[in-house]
T-cell receptor, first 111, second 110 residues
């Protein structure tokens, strides 16, 4: 298994642009999590899905952030419009047998 | 609200030393606790998982203990090696979510 796959690995964009981050979880894992990591705030849970259904989005910073999981093998996290304070590493992780498996992350820089 | 704290924030030790990383949490009503390793520019890798009913788990040179009543866990690394250099994070399972600590950045020098 290739593990959790995220794309792109790096994204540099200008303030105000739309950003879409993508995630392919490990096949058979039925829960998916989006995290954001910064030096100041550490690892923060943004949203998670069980069986493609959003369960808790209380960590989503504001309405500029949205996430979807149209099927068991794909999820997106969208920021529109992006702001410099959104710069961070965004991780996707899938859950199986009480363990969390992380992707390599997307390094987002908003100028 | 569950809060997870890790001490120290950073640690630098010579190769061969045994060392202990600490994790504390404010709400003892947890389902389990997990220790992760994060290498620079990479995602997190699960090292050990301790269920709430367990006291410790071992994997190779790693041993993790859990004392739920006092809200503490320790990760013991025996005979440290330069390859152990990474950031170590603990996370407690709170209902359906994992709450992460801020991590301990470990450097093991030859």
């Amino acid at each position: 298994d290739a593990g959790v796959i995220q794309s792109p690995r790096h994204e540099v964009t200008e303030m105000g642009q739309e950003v879409t981050l993508r995630c392919k979880p490990i096949s058979g894992h039925n829960s998916l999590f989006w995290y954001r990591q910064t030096m100041m705030r550490g690892l923060e849970l943004l949203i998670y899905f069980n069986n493609n259904v959003p369960i808790d989005d209380s960590g989503m910073p504001e309405d500029r952030f949205s996430a979807k999981m149209p099927n068991a093998s794909f999820s997106t996290l969208k920021i529109q419009p992006s702001e410099p304070r959104d710069s961070a590493v965004y991780f996707c992780a899938s859950w199986y047998n009480e363990k969390l498996f992380f992707g390599s992350g997307t390094q987002l820089s908003v100028l | 609200k569950q809060e997870v704290t890790q001490i120290p924030a950073a640690l630098s030790v010579p190769e061969g030393e045994n060392l202990v990383l600490n994790c504390s949490f404010t709400d003892s009503a947890i389902y389990n606790l997990q220790w992760f390793r994060q290498d620079p520019g990479k995602g997190l890798t699960s090292l050990l998982l301790i269920q709430s009913s367990q006291r410790e788990q071992t994997s190779g040179r790693l041993n993790a203990s859990l004392d739920k009543s006092s809200g503490r866990s320790t990760l013991y690394i025996a005979a440290s090696q330069p390859g152990d250099s990474a950031t170590y994070l603990c996370a407690v399972k709170d209902t359906d979510k994992l709450i992460f600590g801020t991590g301990t950045r470990l450097q093991v020098f030859p």
